[in-house]
């Protein structure tokens, strides 16, 4: 085992703070990475904070699964990788590699998927810590090659953010042609208009604040909708689609559903805490559907990047060192960011 600096909550209600953390040794088929730079996302304060009644938090909690960094060491057996490589490590670090899904390239449906942090390492049985550190081990499976000319600061969210707005424009065959419409522009809903338009479909951003208008057209977006304006959206009835709906609060779905086209549908990235009413005269008047979709499996996650280094698409970041992190949690609680944080991990070797 080797000691890593790390900032780690040591309860729910505790600040984030600086420590130490033990790493593996890289086994023969592991790569060790130096941490460059680390996204922040939502679902790191969710789980250091205990607010996911299915995914109780282990203290000390170190999140971060939005990771850049460069290779440092690699194991005899290793030969995606090699030392000096700039490579990424997104949501999961493991899987059992055997299963109908995994055998599908869908790691991330995996019954045996072992996230960044939080979950029990297959090598030691202990739990995961993530990217809020200076190094981590990762089996070569989950390490991804980062194209050359990507600033690495706004990569870092592509491993989460990205590939979270990017698997389901993906798989439902998002294409020029296509009409989509992306619901909030926050750290999700912004990497959905930058793809939908990257991809050649009419983009159209749907927001409450007329504000956002100009970082819409900015990012991407063909048109905006105010959709708190019944006479507005009422206009594009029945004309999308697809609709990639990033919002976690609590919101009206069948707004959106009478706006898809027949055989449209709406999916849902954002995860609102409590369940919301469908009308399903909605649906079944068009054949329209509801989905969701999860983050990518490994080959899509690379097939991102890669997409994303032809179209020079990154991530629009705030960069912090981690020593402002608990201000940057509260500040992405009120959506004061735009539009997404990035920690500059060498803030830490001041610690």
Known sequence: MSTAKAYAATSATTPLASTTIQRREPGERDVQIEILFCGVCHSDLHYARNEWSGMPPVF????????VGRVTQVGSAVTKHKVGDTVGVGCMVGADL???????????FCPNMVLTYGSPEKATGKVTYGGYSDSVVVDEHFVLKVPANLDLAGTAPLLCAGITTYSPLRHWGVTKGKKVGV???????????????????????????PKKKEDALRLGADGVIISTDSAEMSKHAGTFDFILDCVAAEHDLNAYVQLLAADGTLCLVGAPDTPLPIGVFGLI???????????????????????CGEHNITADVEIIPIQKINDAWDRMVKSDVKYRFSIDMSSLKSE
């Open 60 to 67: 000390p909690a170190v999140p971060g699964h939005e990771i």
């Open 285 to 307: 008047f068009g054949r329209k559907s509801i989905s969701g979709s999860l983050i990518g499996g490994i080959a899509e996650t690379q097939e991102m990047l890669d997409f």
């Open 183 to 209: 619901v909030g522009l926050g750290g999700l809903g912004h990497m959905g208009v930058k793809f939908a338009h990257a991809l050649g479909a009419h983009t159209v951003v749907f927001t409450t604040s």
């Open 98 to 108: 055997s299963c109908p899904m995994c055998k599908k390239d869908l790691e991330q």
